[in-house]
């Protein structure tokens, strides 16, 4: 059974920093995308950033220059550096692991707070 568990979320100040972890468990594929997803009530979840397992990395035009994902095959995890963060970065962000086809699988979500 596929698993995915995410921590990090927070509340922080305009302008500060915060670091997602989410650990993959449950499949031996290493060939997958894994990435994030931000949601905000009244809005559809939308794309922050993916990653390759060949490490190819993918960017919201929101985010670019501000987040960094990167992942660690040997564990299945990901993460994501959120900088110079904003109060429109506010939102649930989701864990997503992607192994092609109908195989896409969810984290729980974990709150990101951007305010001051």
């Known amino acids: 059974q596929v698993q995915l568990v995410e921590s990090g979320g927070g509340l922080v100040q305009p302008g500060g920093s915060l670091r997602l972890s989410c650990a993959a468990s449950g499949t031996d594929s290493r060939f997958n995308v894994m990435g994030w997803h931000r949601q905000v009530p009244g809005k559809q979840r939308e794309m922050v950033a993916t990653?390759?397992?060949?490490?190819?990395?993918l960017y919201a035009d929101s985010v670019k220059g501000r987040f960094t994902i990167s992942r660690d095959n040997s564990e299945n995890t990901i993460f994501l550096q959120m900088n110079s963060l904003k109060p429109e970065d506010t939102g649930v962000y989701y864990c997503?692991?992607?192994?092609?086809?109908?195989?896409?699988?969810w984290g729980q979500g974990t709150q990101v707070t951007v305010s001051s």
């Open positions: 990653v390759t397992s060949g490490g190819s990395a």
């Open positions: 997503e692991l992607n192994l092609g086809g109908t195989q896409r699988y």
